[in-house]
């Protein structure tokens, strides 16, 4: 898919500002910020659960050069 360039997004902006005013555009960019935050949560969350939890191997007591075969 195309990435849009400057005068897509200068016509874009434009449009949405014609349809919806002035007074709404704070909310509408509030409420796409809250989409894309809980967005990235989710699939962080989601790709630490895939990948497991703990991210440093775990610490063992026993000295390495010991075996558990004894």
Do not use: C, H, Q, Y
């Amino acid at each position: 898919m195309p990435v849009p360039g400057p005068m897509e997004l200068i016509l874009l902006l434009v449009i949405v500002l014609i349809i919806f005013g002035p007074g709404k555009l704070p909310d509408i960019g509030n409420a796409v910020g809250k989409g894309i935050r809980e967005f990235r949560k989710a699939s962080s969350e989601l790709e630490e659960s895939v990948r497991g939890e703990p991210k440093r191997p775990p610490k063992d007591d026993r000295p390495a050069n010991e075996t558990s075969d004894r």
